[in-house]
Every structure is written in structure tokens, then in C-alpha cells.
């Protein structure tokens, strides 16, 4: 009965934590109430597999995956700017599925050589953080108007659904102070909010479903659209998400070991073409593409789910779970505003990422330079209105109107000129 009671915890957990990022998204693409409920379909359906995967063929931890935060920024960013950029939404749809997709496969390559650490050396603590912080600032515009419930009810704010939404985030906050609470604290504002959007009557209609059982259908808005404006996009999410893989192993392993007194025998390499591979799936079904997840270390510590059959009989659940149409269709009803201040203080967090990222540089002096002029830019352009570009050449608009974009490049611009006046260094004094 023990072994039942976890397993149906893992899927509870997985499902309920994950599903804020997808509604996230189809709110802010204006996708249907049916596109919407098939969009969250995929990335619980992709997140069951890829756990399944990793577990059999990668790290074979007992890590679940969630959807990237970066990704889940990617869309959002896009859902903004996409439409002036490549024409309308689904197209944007489309060239992400392109971006998800060679993010996966450049994974897959840079594991399979052996890159990893060759590699890595780019992305130092100053690119890190420029790129978070950029993030944050870009995304900060959709988290306000989300909370302000612009673009649920209307297109003015909604001053029942702010103060909703304000008082979800300080629950939140109280929440991650109490320390038997704080592992769940997300879940229970999604639930809190979710009920009280319901009893004052702001909650919106259940997606109309015809069928119980639907497989997810590969690119359901069309073949993918290859576009080089994203190509610093993907590098940095490349590097991202195997820092990202490689922390999360790291800390889930030590717990493991903690509670199984047993070693495991991870393959960095293995977990880096599996990764690779889950990514191109989630691209070609198109889903905020998951990642090894560091968050379920908390879950793990509190609950003692450490055992492979409930966590493999979990994912399996998640994925049964996400095939039936009216349980996914239930979950159209979860309020965007609720589902924003449930991540609202997750993402907020991650400017003090960057800021610990910052402690780490040695030389202060380099750092001022190589991080200000890539946020100065970057969120000057962001501040430009969308017909700023338009007489300019598409291929220059299409880059140059990104601001996080074009901060991603000129810190790695920076960061090689950094390197090479080190290296000319080093050679001087040696």
C-alpha cells in the first residue's frame, strides 16, 4: 500500500507542479481552450517519457523532469515579439519547434565527442549571470500582466485578480518560510488560488472534449521553420540546460546515495545524449521541453520516495494521465493568474542566481564592463516599440529587435576578448 501511495504522490507532484508552464504559454500565444488543454497534454506526455528514458538509458536516477525555465522564458519572449517577427503565432510556434529541436541535436554531438567541458569554458559565471538577468527582465513585463489578469478577462487590469494575485504571492512567500510546508508550498498555492478564482466566479469554462483517449500528434502546428536569428538563443540554451543536467545529478545523487547507502555510477555522457534526445522529442511534439529537474531534491528529502519501482511506476501514471482528454481539459481551468504567482517568487529567484554567479568572478573591474553594456543594451532594445525596426531589412530586424538576443552576443563578444587578453597575458608573464 506504501509503494501505491508514493507512486501516486510522484505522478500528483509531476502533474500539478508542471502544468502552470504550458497554461503559461497557450495564454500567452492565445491559443484555444483546445489547443491550450493538447499543449499541456504534450509536456506532461513528454515529461513522463523523458524520465522514463533517463531512468533506463541515461543517468538512471530517479529524477523527474520539469519544463526549462529557460524554454518557458523562450516562449513567453516570443509570444511578445514573435508575430512582428516571423508574421504570426504559429509560425513562431514553428521556428521554435526548429530551435528545440537543434538544441537537442547539438546536445546530443557536444556529448558524443565529448565536449562538455571544452566547451563550458564560455560560459563563465559573467555570461551566466548577463544572460539571467537579461532573462528576467524580459520576462518580468509577462509576469506583471499576468498578475494584473491583462490578456485573462480583458485587456485592462482587473483589480479582483490582482488582489488575488498579489495575496497568492505573499502566501507564497510565508509559505517558503515554513520549513515542512516549503517543499509543497507551490502546489499549495495552485490549489488556494485555483479555489478562490472559482468561488468568486473568475475562473473560465472547461475545454469541450470529444474523445477520452488522444495520443499527442507530432508538429501540430506545422513542420518546423529554420531561422538563424535563434541561433545565440539555442547556443546559450544548449550550455544552460547541461549546466543545468550536470548540477541536478550532482545534488540528486548525493541525496540518493544518502538514503540508499548505495553508490551510483552515473555517465555524464550517456545523460547528455539522453537529454539530447528528449529535447528533439519534445521539440517534434512540441511541449516546454523538460529538464533534469534539481527542484525534486527537496521532494525527494521530505517524502523518502527514493526507490525505482514507485518512481518508474509514477511516470508511467503521468503519462496514462495525460492521454485522457477530460482530466487534461480540467486543467484549461487553472487560472494564468494563479498560475503566475505560483512561479512568480521561482523566477524572481533567479536574478539572486545571478547575482551568486557574479561573487564568483576574481577580476571586478572586467566584470562592471563585460556584464553592464550587454544588460544596458539589451533591456534599452527591449524598451523600443515594435515599429522601430520597420525600415529596416527583415534579416536585420529579426535580431537586432531581441534584446535578449543581442545582449547574449555581444557578452560572448566580450567574454572572448576577455579570454584572449588573459591568455596574451599569461604568455607575457610567463
Not at 484555444?32 to 538512471?60: N, P, W
Request: one cysteine or more.
Amino acid at each position: 500500500m506504501k509503494k501505491v501511495l508514493q507512486s501516486v504522490q510522484w505522478m500528483a507532484f509531476i502533474v500539478l507542479a508542471n502544468v502552470v508552464y504550458p497554461l503559461a504559454v497557450g495564454q500567452g500565444f492565445n491559443l484555444t481552450s483546445h489547443d491550450t488543454m493538447m499543449f499541456i497534454q504534450r509536456t506532461i506526455f513528454m515529461l513522463g517519457v523523458a524520465a522514463i528514458i533517463q531512468l533506463f538509458f541515461g543517468h538512471k536516477l530517479y529524477i523527474s523532469e520539469v519544463p526549462s525555465g529557460l524554454w518557458f522564458g523562450i516562449f513567453l519572449i516570443y509570444a511578445g515579439i514573435g508575430q512582428s517577427i516571423f508574421g504570426s503565432n504559429v509560425d513562431t510556434l514553428r521556428v521554435i519547434t526548429f530551435s528545440i529541436i537543434a538544441a537537442g541535436v547539438i546536445i546530443m554531438l557536444i556529448s558524443v565527442f565529448g565536449l562538455m567541458d571544452k566547451l563550458l569554458v564560455l560560459f563563465s559565471p559573467r555570461v551566466l549571470a548577463t544572460f539571467m538577468i537579461l532573462l528576467v527582465a524580459e520576462l518580468s513585463m509577462d509576469f506583471v500582466k499576468g498578475l494584473c489578469g491583462i490578456g485573462y478577462l480583458g485587456n485592462t487590469i482587473s483589480i479582483p485578480v490582482l488582489t488575488c494575485s498579489v495575496s497568492l504571492v505573499i502566501l507564497s512567500l510565508i509559505l517558503r518560510k515554513v520549513k515542512k510546508i516549503a517543499p509543497y508550498s507551490f502546489m499549495v498555492v495552485i490549489i488556494v488560488g485555483w479555489a478562490l478564482f472559482y468561488v468568486l466566479g473568475l475562473t473560465k469554462p472547461m475545454a469541450k472534449v470529444d474523445t477520452f483517449f488522444q495520443l499527442p500528434t507530432p508538429f501540430p502546428f506545422g513542420m518546423p521553420i529554420a531561422n538563424l536569428s535563434m541561433i545565440p538563443s539555442i547556443i546559450v540554451a544548449v550550455f544552460i540546460l547541461i549546466s543545468t543536467m550536470l548540477a541536478s545529478i550532482k545534488v540528486i545523487k548525493a541525496i540518493l546515495e544518502k538514503h540508499n547507502k548505495t553508490t551510483y555510477d552515473v555517465s555524464i555522457k550517456r545523460s547528455g545524449v539522453i537529454m539530447g534526445l528528449n529535447q528533439v522529442l519534445s521539440g517534434i511534439f512540441l511541449s516546454t521541453a523538460g529538464i533534469t529537474a534539481i527542484s525534486i531534491s527537496s521532494f525527494i528529502d521530505q517524502t523518502k520516495s527514493t526507490k525505482k519501482n514507485t518512481f518508474l511506476i509514477g511516470n508511467i501514471l503521468v503519462i496514462i494521465v495525460s492521454l485522457i482528454t477530460p482530466i487534461m481539459a480540467f486543467f484549461t481551468t487553472l487560472p494564468t493568474p494563479v498560475a503566475y504567482a505560483a512561479i512568480f517568487t521561482i523566477f524572481s529567484a533567479m536574478f539572486g542566481t545571478a547575482i551568486k554567479e557574479l561573487e564568483n568572478v576574481k577580476n571586478k573591474k572586467d566584470m562592471y564592463f563585460s556584464v553592464g553594456i550587454p544588460i544596458f543594451a539589451g533591456i534599452g532594445i527591449m524598451g523600443l516599440p515594435k515599429t522601430a525596426f520597420a525600415n529596416m531589412p527583415s534579416s536585420v530586424t529579426i535580431l537586432l529587435s531581441n534584446g535578449l538576443v543581442v545582449g547574449i552576443i555581444l557578452a560572448f563578444i566580450i567574454e572572448i576578448m576577455i579570454l584572449i587578453k588573459n591568455k596574451r597575458n599569461k604568455v607575457q608573464n610567463s
